[in-house]
């Protein structure tokens, strides 16, 4: 069945997105408007991005001591999306954009990710970058960076971990001091001087467009010197690569900012990821020391700031990893169908022609489960994407109930896909055999490409942190009351399903497990009680959303079946269908119970990992 084929549904049959017309802001678009959107995506994707993507693997980027040297495909694939007005789609008429609900938007970048998610990263930080200046610049900085961001003239980065401060933001030393007199009153923003070093930054230097906008977290020192402690002290500033005037003309002078060296990652290969140095001294516009840096918002204010962008990401990131997942299970189901080997269970003739492994049942299963993964993940990155529209363009009721749930989804739209969309590359890479180990076919760059997405963004430990210590007891647990009043309510519907009430049912009785391990982990009061097993809680928390998604599909499928419409009467679209109610059984059968053991640890406390002596490992 095509990705596409599998995309109208969630789209359509489900999520229904063609109703969003029915808001002024979305006024302008129909059903046909969102098609020729994907169909164009679709196209460019193919010709560019696709024939890029294993070239961008092999030859990595490299640094000659004054440039980074790319493939030159790299820099046609990312022309054609500029030119596509794809970093632009969502965003207002005025600025550029399509005004695209973001649901539309996002499908239509699954297909880039598809193609090559490491060329398609340039463009995912770039979009992320600009909509934080969107919603946290002045106008000026709108109109001097992220209207050119938007256009594809420059593109964006955003650092925020150093060499000895990773995820750990509050140990940051990277320092920012007002640039002199009259530094308050930049036309572009308070003017400050950075100093200092930043690690594992994405897209921090390339030629692929004629400026970089880094997004950078730095303290503000105090007047003895004296950096603020913890991420209450961190700002955020605009450093561009060469220096812009207002409206963005480009001065002609290069700012402080160094490369310093290129991390070689086993994955990711297209996307250069480097050390970057601020004021070290090798560029000094004006003569004076550090890097220009224009601040975004209040002081103290950054971390903040920078959330917006990091959301943007962590849902980035895990539609990244659906389509990792999405392109080796394309790729294992057609290599099953046409391999033939073995015979089938029980054949008593030997000289049987053999049978393609796609009749065997345990290659089903792991098709199957591929299958799960990643449609369910994609339903997942949809459904956060529609939650995104209803925040921006929704009634009042659908704006407060859609930002509260987004909160709560995040940590499992990132992290979720990042794991088991992961698993799916695995089993991609088992289905092939010994051609799955090789660099003669595409699923074993899928599974290196995807082995990044468990660090970006925040590792699992800290989405299960977030997950268990702040977003299901922010407000008194609201998000996790919103969450289960929407998945009892599918499982309302399906009770009344011929074949999915026990489905239904299967669910209600995990969400009403779900909800008592979340008391008892914090029954004690005590952060490092419950904390202590946050990961485990992620996990379970995790398949009981993708149980609630496959519920959902399933009760969508059956309505398109049981309609008996012309989409549906075919043997195609019957195939189609039928395949949502399989993946269905498979989550619910081999999937929903694993959530069993992962909360046993977490409603007892369990103290095994949290007490263990350092010197016993």
């Given amino acids: 069945m095509s990705f596409r084929a599998t995309l109208d549904f969630l789209l359509h049959d489900w999520l229904r997105v063609e109703t969003l017309t029915q808001r002024p802001r979305f006024a302008e678009h129909s059903r046909e408007t969102f098609d020729a959107v994907l169909d164009t995506c679709e196209r460019i994707a193919r010709e560019t991005f696709e024939p890029a993507n294993r070239r961008a693997d092999v030859q990595e980027p490299h640094f000659d001591g004054e440039r980074v040297h790319l493939p030159e495909s790299t820099r046609t694939a990312t022309e054609a999306y500029a030119a596509s007005g794809m970093l632009a789609a969502a965003q207002d008429v005025e600025i550029g954009g399509m ?19 490491a060329i398609s990263a340039y463009a995912m930080l770039t979009t992320g970058n600009a909509s934080l200046l969107m919603a946290h610049g002045t106008p000026q900085q709108i109109d001097s960076f992220a209207r050119h961001e938007f256009s594809g003239r420059w593109f964006g980065s955003m650092c925020l971990s150093e060499p000895q401060a990773g995820s750990s933001l509050g140990d940051v030393t990277t320092r920012a ?7 308050e009153h930049d036309p572009l923003g308070p003017r400050y001087r950075l100093s200092g070093h930043k690690m594992w930054i994405s897209g921090g230097e390339h030629e692929l467009t004629e400026n970089i906008v880094h997004l950078v977290l730095a303290k503000i020192p105090a007047d003895d010197g004296t950096l603020p402690a913890g991420v209450k002290g961190l700002s955020l500033f605009i450093v ?20 310093a060296g290129l991390n070689h990652k086993l ?3 297209g996307t250069t990821n480097t050390l970057l140095n601020f004021g070290e001294g090798r560029f000094r516009p004006g003569g004076a020391a550090g890097a220009v840096g224009y601040r975004v918002g209040a002081p103290g204010e950054g971390l903040r700031c920078m959330f917006h962008m990091m959301n943007e990401a962590r849902i980035g990131v895990g539609l990244g990893a659906v389509m990792l997942g999405y392109a080796g299970y394309e790729s294992s189901l057609a290599y099953a169908k046409q391999r033939p080997q073995g015979r089938p269970l029980g054949a008593k003739d030997a000289g049987r ?10 290659v089903k299963r792991m098709l199957l489960a591929q299958k799960a993964y990643v449609e369910g993940g994609l339903a997942l990155a949809l459904y956060c994407a529609r939650l995104v529209d209803d925040k921006r363009s929704g009634s009042a009721t659908e704006q407060a109930e859609a930002g509260v749930l987004l909160e709560l989804l995040t940590p499992i739209a990132k992290s979720w896909p990042s794991e088991w969309c992961l698993e799916a590359n695995s089993l991609a890479i088992q289905v092939l055999g010994g051609s799955g180990y090789t660099r003669d076919f595409p699923v074993e760059q899928h599974w290196r490409d995807n082995r990044l997405n468990m660090i970006h963004e925040g590792t699992h430990g800290i989405q299960g942190l ?12 609201k998000g996790l009351r919103l969450l289960a009043g929407r998945i009892d309510a599918s499982i309302a519907r399906a009770g009344q399903v011929a074949g999915l009430a026990e489905q239904g049912n299967a669910l209600a009785r995990a969400l009403q497990h779900l909800g008592a391990a979340t008391k008892a982990a914090w029954a004690s009061g005590e952060p490092r009680d419950a904390l202590a097993n946050a990961t485990p809680y992620l996990q379970a928390f995790g398949h009981v959303v993708l149980a609630w998604m496959w519920l959902e599909l399933a009760l969508a499928a059956r309505a398109a079946l049981d309609a008996g419409s012309d989409t549906a009467s075919g043997s195609t679209a019957a195939a189609l269908y039928h395949g949502k109610l399989a993946a269905a059984r498979y989550f619910f059968h081999y999937e929903l119970p694993k959530i069993t053991a992962w909360l046993a640890v977490v409603e007892t406390r369990d103290a095994t990992c949290r007490d263990l002596d350092p010197d016993c490992l």
């Fill in 99 to 117: 005004q695209l609900p973001c649901v539309v938007e996002m499908a239509a970048n699954a297909c880039f990710f598809k193609g090559s998610v």
């Fill in 177 to 183: 001091r007002p640039d002199g007199e009259g530094s």
């Fill in 240 to 259: 561009p690569k060469w220096l812009v005037q207002p409206g963005g003309r480009l001065t002609g002078e290069r700012n402080d900012v160094a490369l």
């Fill in 267 to 269: 994955g990711y290969r």
């Fill in 353 to 362: 022609p053999p049978v393609a492994i796609v009749e065997h049942a345990d």
């Fill in 466 to 477: 977030d997950l268990l210590g702040r977003k299901v007891v922010m407000d008194g647990g």
